[in-house]
C-alpha cells in the first residue's frame, strides 16, 4: 500500500472532454488525487460536491483536485455538467490507475468487482505522496482537514 515518502505512479487517464491527462504533466503542481466508487451516487456526489464548493480553497493552496472512477469518461462528462463540477473527471475504465494506487475494492455492492475504493492522496510538486488515505468502507468520506493540514504545510516548505 502506498504511503506518505513514496513517489506517486504515474499514469495517463481520459477525463470527461476526453482529453488525456498524465499525473507527471502535473508536476510543479501539488495534487489532490480523489478516487471514488462511481458517478451519480450519495456519498460520491456528496463529497465531490464538497470539491466544487470549496475549490477557492484548494486553488488557494495551489492544488489541482483530479477526481477519478472507473466510469466512462461519457458517463462522467453527464454528471460533470449536470452538478457543474469545476475540476478534471478521469475515468480508469480500464482500471490501470486504481490499481497502481491500491484503490480497487474486491466486491463491491450488487456483486460487482472492480470498483475504485474511496481514497485520497495528497502528491508534492515534486511527485511524491505527502499523504494518503484509503477507505475500506466507501459510505466514508476522506478527512479533508487533514488534507487540508497536509496540503498547507507543504505550502510552507
Same mark, same amino acid.
Given at each position: 500500500?502506498?504511503?506518505?515518502?513514496?513517489?506517486?505512479?504515474?499514469?495517463?487517464?481520459?477525463?470527461?472532454?476526453?482529453?488525456?491527462?498524465?499525473?507527471?504533466?502535473?508536476?510543479?503542481?501539488?495534487?489532490?488525487?480523489?478516487?471514488?466508487?462511481?458517478?451519480? #451516487?450519495?456519498?460520491? #456526489?456528496?463529497?465531490?460536491?464538497?470539491?466544487?464548493?470549496?475549490?477557492?480553497?484548494?486553488?488557494?493552496?495551489? #492544488?489541482?483536485?483530479?477526481?477519478?472512477?472507473?466510469?466512462?469518461?461519457?458517463?462522467?462528462?453527464?454528471?460533470?455538467?449536470?452538478?457543474?463540477?469545476?475540476?478534471?473527471?478521469?475515468?480508469?475504465?480500464?482500471?490501470?490507475?486504481?490499481?497502481?494506487?491500491?484503490?480497487?475494492?474486491?466486491?463491491?455492492?450488487?456483486?460487482?468487482?472492480? %470498483?475504485?475504493?474511496?481514497?485520497?492522496?495528497?502528491?508534492? %510538486?515534486?511527485?511524491?505522496?505527502?499523504?494518503?488515505? %484509503?477507505?475500506?468502507?466507501?459510505?466514508?468520506?476522506?478527512?479533508?482537514?487533514?488534507?487540508?493540514? #497536509?496540503?498547507?504545510?507543504?505550502?510552507?516548505?
Amino acid at each position: 500500500m502506498l504511503q506518505a515518502g513514496d513517489k506517486a505512479p504515474d499514469f495517463a487517464l481520459r477525463a470527461s472532454d476526453k482529453s488525456l491527462v498524465k499525473l507527471s504533466e502535473q508536476r510543479g503542481k501539488k495534487v489532490l488525487l480523489l478516487f471514488f466508487p462511481f458517478a451519480f #451516487t450519495g456519498v460520491c #456526489t456528496k463529497e465531490l460536491c464538497m470539491m466544487r464548493d470549496n475549490l477557492a480553497e484548494y486553488e488557494g493552496l495551489d #492544488t489541482q483536485i483530479l477526481a477519478i472512477s472507473v466510469d466512462s469518461p461519457y458517463a462522467l462528462a453527464k454528471w460533470k455538467a449536470e452538478q457543474g463540477f469545476n475540476f478534471p473527471m478521469l475515468s480508469d475504465f480500464n482500471k490501470v490507475a486504481s490499481k497502481k494506487y491500491d484503490s480497487l475494492y474486491k466486491a463491491f455492492g450488487l456483486g460487482l468487482k472492480g %470498483v475504485s475504493k474511496r481514497s485520497a492522496f495528497v502528491i508534492d %510538486v515534486n511527485g511524491m505522496i505527502q499523504y494518503a488515505e %484509503v477507505l475500506e468502507n466507501a459510505g466514508e468520506l476522506p478527512n479533508f482537514e487533514a488534507i487540508k493540514e #497536509t496540503l498547507k504545510v507543504i505550502s510552507d516548505k
